[in-house]
């Protein structure tokens, strides 16, 4: 008797705490968004995201509330000695939170650490060659997006990022765009959409517009987009983020309906901040 009792008390708790849980993160969530935001994050941001005061003041002062959540909520890592200033977290949180402005409210779910290395960092990569022939090697990288809980950036190649803002490249753009892609667990090039419906609008658009920037670039032609973006749809979705947050005009211009794509997912129409 006593056995059962402990049983069902155990599990009104488990319910209790699945229930209470995510009205705890959301409670505290908004008290962080209403958090005084200092001066000189105000300075930082700044210096370090060229489009922050293009924003609008009511998009600015929801990237704030975004960004004290994302400095609470996540770990920022200095890698080979590297001290992780204010500065960097700054940078990286209000250029990741970007992507944020939507208001899905999920802060990139699976995410709990950016490494940060001062440079490009070493990595061993292992390609199959078939016939059970695998080949090894150390390549060089500036960036990564994993599906478990880290992202990894070279401090270097985000201030570069900073001073070429409309170059269509951005390291931090491009890897948090995975983690959006990765929140159901795979990296396909298909974030979590709003509806249902918009799932079929969303396979036919980028399908298209994937095909045809392979096309344009075995054809040798001038793109809008990199030309990473061919590798494969995962990587041609976060390119085509970084277009449409760095190079809207040309984007609009070029590839429209991919540019409606996005703007109803980021619910953002950064042609208005140029």
């Known amino acids: 008797m006593i056995e059962t009792i402990l049983v069902f008390l155990i599990i009104g708790l488990m319910i209790t705490g699945i229930l209470v849980y995510p009205v705890l993160i959301k409670y505290q969530r908004n008290r962080l968004k209403h958090r005084a935001f200092l001066p000189l994050f105000h300075t930082i941001i700044e210096n370090n995201l060229p489009i922050y005061l293009c924003l609008s003041p009511d998009e600015r002062r929801r990237l704030q509330g975004h960004i004290q959540v994302f400095l609470a909520e996540k770990q920022f890592i200095g890698c080979r000695g590297l001290h992780v200033t204010q500065e960097m977290k700054l940078t990286l949180?209000?250029?990741a939170c970007l992507l944020l402005l939507n208001e899905q409210g999920k802060y990139?779910?699976?995410?709990?650490?950016?490494l940060?290395?001062?440079?490009?960092?070493?990595?061993?990569?292992?390609?199959?060659m078939g016939n059970y022939v695998v080949e090894e090697r150390r390549v060089a990288r500036l960036g990564e997006s994993w599906t478990t809980d880290q992202v990894i950036v070279s401090w270097e190649q985000v201030k570069q990022d900073t001073n070429n803002w409309k170059d269509g490249h951005n390291v931090v753009l491009h890897e948090f765009a995975h983690q959006l892609d990765q929140e159901d667990g795979t990296?396909?090039?298909?974030?979590?959409?709003q509806r249902t419906s918009d799932y079929a609008s969303w396979a036919k658009v980028m399908t298209q517009?994937?095909?045809?920037?392979?096309?344009?670039?075995?054809?040798g032609g001038k793109t809008v987009m990199d030309s990473y973006g061919t590798t494969n749809p995962a990587e041609f979705f976060a390119v085509a983020t970084?277009?449409?947050?760095?190079?809207?005009?040309?984007m609009l211009s070029k590839h429209p309906a991919l540019y409606e794509q996005l703007?109803?997912?980021?619910?953002?129409?950064?042609?208005?901040w140029v």
């Open 263 to 272: 703007q109803r997912y980021y619910q953002l129409d950064p042609v208005q």
């Open 242 to 250: 970084e277009t449409f947050f760095e190079k809207p005009q040309q």
């Open 187 to 193: 990296a396909e090039g298909v974030p979590v959409l």
């Open 209 to 219: 517009e994937y095909e045809q920037l392979c096309h344009d670039v075995l054809q």
């Open 116 to 128: 940060i290395y001062k440079g490009a960092y070493i990595v061993k990569e292992t390609t199959s």
């Open 93 to 95: 949180a209000s250029t």
């Open 108 to 114: 990139f779910p699976r995410l709990r650490s950016i």
